[in-house]
């Protein structure tokens, strides 16, 4: 179920020491974007400990080098560890899970947060250097993605997307949500979560985070 939300701050976070406590987020850009880009800084900045990954070549992305390395900085799944991905990220850091927990079946991630998720094929967005790798490399990090396995080695799944994304489409964050099993949080007016849309923080990412569900 899709639920809108605010971008208003929420300044009463508190974690509930029921749900889990994360002690560990491990962030995941997307394709032109580096660690100091959009909402990413902000958010690492209210967190203990952070990974911030910084993936090379972010305009000519290679599925051979970022879904080990982000599987790498995920480290073993851990319930105490969150991973949020944005973008091309997500389905990066969806196939580096996968190969962890086909690594150690019993392991289990803690939070998983998907931003502007997409694990289909991407329409031309008439950006030139996006629609080139949408045609030459974006299919070596869609192929045998398996997000129902990874809603399986993850103790909470969650989706973010706008009501007004110009590059992913509604259908195909809904459809990675459907896939994950996860609850769909819709940040009106948010285009693609970029930091030239205006979104420099993003506090539904850091509300799951406190909550820990």
Do not use: K, Y
């Not at 032109?32 to 902000?42: E, M, N, S, V």
């Not at 031309?124 to 869609?142: C, I």
């Not at 990874?150 to 949500?177: G, L, Y």
């Amino acid at each position: 179920m899709s639920v809108p939300v605010s971008m208003t701050p929420s300044e009463d976070t508190h974690r509930d020491p029921d749900r889990l406590q994360i002690e560990r987020t491990v962030i995941v850009h997307g394709f032109g974007a580096g660690i100091d880009d959009h909402w990413f800084p902000w958010l690492a900045d209210r967190l203990d400990r952070v990974d911030r990954v910084e993936l090379p070549a972010s305009s000519r992305p290679d599925a051979a080098t970022w879904i080990p390395l982000v599987a790498r900085a995920i480290g073993d799944l851990d319930e105490r560890t969150a991973v949020v991905a944005h973008s091309l990220g997500c389905v990066t850091a969806a196939q580096a899970i996968l190969r962890l927990a086909r690594s150690v079946p019993a392991a289990r991630l803690g939070v998983f947060v998907a931003v502007a998720p997409f694990a289909d094929p991407l329409a031309e967005s008439g950006l030139p250097d996006l629609d080139a790798f949408t045609a030459d490399g974006l299919d070596a990090f869609l192929t045998d993605v398996d997000l129902r396995t990874v809603a399986a080695a993850t103790v909470h799944t969650h989706v973010m997307r706008s009501d007004d994304d110009p590059i992913v489409s509604t259908a195909q964050s809904e459809e990675f949500a459907e896939a994950l099993g996860a609850p769909v949080c819709v940040v009106p007016g948010a285009g693609h979560f970029l930091g030239s849309n205006g979104v420099t923080r993003l506090q539904p990412v850091l509300d799951i985070l406190c909550g820990a569900a």
